[in-house]
């Protein structure tokens, strides 16, 4: 009886055990192909994006979430047979999507970094760069309403080198305004951020002798820093805090009716935020042949706001089907076209400058099947 | 298994009967199905850790026993220390532990010893509902509401310790803010007192009353009675409780998140902000590049699992030895 019953465990055991397995594998196989759709192959035309159904699904960075959700929709009621879905799960665990092949695109805020090239496994990938934003020195001082900040004073006040109002340093750039003696709080992201890693990376190119925190989507802020959960975290607590200075992204800022401090460019003009500014600078970036660029500290023009960022949409050059070819293209172009970009501005977003926007419109014939 | 054989050991092995020979079909099939649940149970439990280690593993072989326990987390200095959010977790769990405790017991007592039974039945109702809370509004509640009003009140009672020994090591320092250790304790306790309250009471209620009206005919006050007949009779169920309130406070993620500071140092201060393993692995995991960032965070959660269950086993083992025991008096 004894010996019935221990062979009868091992055989339901390693029943359910192998029904498990086999269900893993079979679903991580189909996976590959699970942005594929059924649907024949649409005319794909490049120009009519009216012939294109589907579906297409991505993930990624929150910076291009809004613009994603607008565009979507706007994306659907041009071709009511295409559906696209796009989850703002953050630019690390979108490229990884993107590795694991459950997505068609992925959003990124940064390029794909050398640790993760490996996981391309040699395959192809296009950047096409989507838009521009512009990143508030948000503050709280009362009295205060056009503060001037330079490179190295916030790199300085972001590690906790100067922690009043009144220091000398500041008040050198600021001639004539009274600065209170009131002690600096900084606000600063307790999740990890593409934000962040490209307000790190201003940091680093602006006040290289001056950083020392390095750049990355999590930086080990000073001890007295306030985290906060996003950008609406960090605005509000900006907004309550009397003396507080933080980094918001300009769509928030204003929505929360906070000033952003006006900052030192290239050109040693001091530029306040807003989208023209963000797209000045971001046309004197130095764009690499696969459409990388650094927007932040990018350019000399005197009318540019420097801490400007940008974000990616990610593909594959070689797609498995041609109706996801035809549906990328669409949706893509779409993006990139005059009826995604003008999109941009009641979002409080910055459109790509013209030459950008021509060079990622040209790169959609390399996606091919 | 063992029972079938218990149960036909009445019987000769080489009997005829049909009894030892063929089993219903519906029974046998019953078995074979109760058998799968349980075992499936128990297979994708081990998937998940077999899995979570393996992803994890890049994080041990790059950064050694002495990376992976050091005090430095700095992702952009590829550092990935876990210790100050072991020290954490371990922290706010005992906070919680050392508030919650107090008030559960005080709770089941009341609710077993003191109140009519009329009215006891609502109180339950209303400990239970806080068990119904979601606990991203705990953590919304926590950080709108309470860690404003408590930053206040830290502060004051930091300046005021300002130079007692030993207090001031845990209440005092500078950096006192609202989102901190305590607050983070302050709302894991919230959250884990209904838990610990009803089991406590259950454990509590099968005191036989023989052994309480003894108490009382002997002269005995109600606290004393309290001492010497319920307690010996329930601490083991209420150690129990205890434990499984801990397990859940260790394991809390969104409302630990949103009011802990999110600040990864290791210090006595228990008004400054800290992290703990839920929340560094909740605030970091959608940005964290893969390779050793990702490796580290899917480690803590490697981690956490295990302590949870270590403890979660050993709580259910102590109160069913409590169960046991009261059944057998």
Known sequence: ?369 | MSMTARADSAIPAESASPLTRRRPFGDRSFQVLCLAAGLLVLIILALIAISMTQQSATWFTTEGWSGVFSTDWDPAHNAFGALPFIYGTLVTAAIAIIIAFPVSIGISLLLTEVVPRRFARPIVYVIDLLAVVPSVVWGLWGILVLAPWLQGIYQSIASGLNGVPVLSTFFGGQGVSGASFFTAGLILAVMITPIVTSLSREVIATVPAIDREGAYALGATRWEMIRGAVWPHSQAGVVGAVLLGLGRAMGETIAAALVIGSSATITTHLFNPGYSMPAVIANEFGEATVGVFRAALIGMGVLLFVITIIINLSARAIVDRSARRSRGA
Not at chain 1, 171 to 181: H, M, R, T
């Open chain 1, 1 to 369: 009886m004894q010996l019935r019953g221990r062979k009868h465990v091992a055989t339901v055991g390693g029943a359910v055990a192998v029904a498990l397995l086999a269900a893993c594998s079979s679903s991580s196989s189909s996976s590959s192909s699970s942005g594929a759709t059924s649907a024949p192959a649409a005319t794909s035309a490049s120009g009519s994006a009216a012939a294109a159904s589907g579906k297409l699904d991505g993930a990624g960075s929150t910076f291009q979430l809004t613009f994603q959700q607008a565009a979507i929709s706007a994306f659907k009621s041009v071709n009511s047979g295409a559906t696209v879905n796009y989850d703002g799960v953050g630019s690390g665990s979108g490229r990884a999507d993107l590795y694991a092949g459950t997505v068609n695109y992925a959003g990124s805020d940064s390029t794909i970094p050398t640790t993760e090239e490996s996981k391309l496994n040699g395959k192809k990938v296009l950047y096409f760069p989507i838009l521009i934003g512009p990143i508030d020195m948000a503050y709280n001082l009362s009295g205060v309403s056009n503060l001037k900040l330079s490179p190295k004073v916030i790199a300085d006040i972001f590690q906790a080198k100067i922690t009043t109002w009144n220091d000398p340093a500041i008040a050198a750039i600021n001639p004539g305004v009274k600065l209170p003696s009131t002690p600096i709080t900084l606000a600063v992201r307790s999740d990890s951020s593409g934000t962040t890693q490209n307000f790190s990376l201003f940091l680093e190119d602006a006040a290289p002798s001056d950083w020392t925190l390095g750049s990355s989507s999590t930086i080990k802020w000073p001890s007295t820093a306030r985290a906060a959960s996003g950008n609406g975290g960090v605005a509000q607590v900006v907004k309550s805090t009397p003396g507080a200075i933080g980094y918001v992204d300009y769509s928030t800022a204003k929505a929360s009716g906070l000033t952003g401090a006006s900052i030192e460019n290239k050109a040693g003009q001091f530029v306040a935020p807003s989208t023209t500014a963000a797209s000045t600078d971001a046309a004197g970036a130095t764009v690499a042949p696969d459409l990388t660029f650094h927007a932040v500290w990018a350019s000399s023009d005197p009318g540019a706001y420097p801490i400007t960022y940008q974000t990616w949409d990610i593909v594959y050059a070689t797609q498995p089907n041609a109706n996801d070819v035809a549906l990328l293209k669409a949706y893509l172009g779409f993006l990139l076209g005059s009826q995604g970009q003008a999109l941009l501005g009641p979002l409080n977003y910055a459109q790509l400058p013209s030459n950008i926007d021509s060079q990622a419109v040209a790169q959609l014939s390399q996606i091919t099947s």
